[in-house]
């Protein structure tokens, strides 16, 4: 690839903005989020459960409704940071597939949701004994009381972002509506 127009490295400060601890929550969370979310592993992910297509978008899907449970497309398009027209695509390819089916809002007389069906729950659960094995191996050699400890103070941190999610006080990743500060 030609580089262009460029500076000289020697103008600019190219480390991180954020003056890294080794123990510092900020960086190991982005660093667990961006690992996890990283194209790689969702790919191997993908494989290690036989998902049914190379396609990046429909696993994508799958794996949300697998922890969240039936959602509505707009909140897909919201996690994902799809669009409307790519996301009404994806769905239609998942139902054409058997791994979805669009049913009613039982609490919108307009509202659809889009859920798993049988089939797209044996993924699903193939999903989560991948992220299980994953864990297992990456804790292999954790102590029995490091890795409670660990699971007990990250579901204590995700309750408590729930929660604030819930109050208002953080921003909801399934809505397009943003808190006022």
Known sequence: MARGEVGDAASVDLRPVIDAEPDDLRVSLTSIVHWADSTPVRREVMQAVAFPHDDMGMFLVVNQLTYNGAMRP????????????????????????????????????RGVLVALTEAGREIGARICDRASANLAETLAGWSRDDAATLRRLLAR???????????GVLPDPRSERTRTP
């Open 157 to 167: 941190l995700a309750r408590t972002t729930t929660e604030r999610t819930a109050a």
């Open 74 to 109: 707009a909140e897909l398009v919201q996690v994902l940071g799809a669009t409307p027209t790519n996301m009404s695509k994806i769905v239609g390819r998942l139902v054409e597939s058997g791994l979805v089916v669009r049913v009613a809002a039982p609490d919108d007389d």
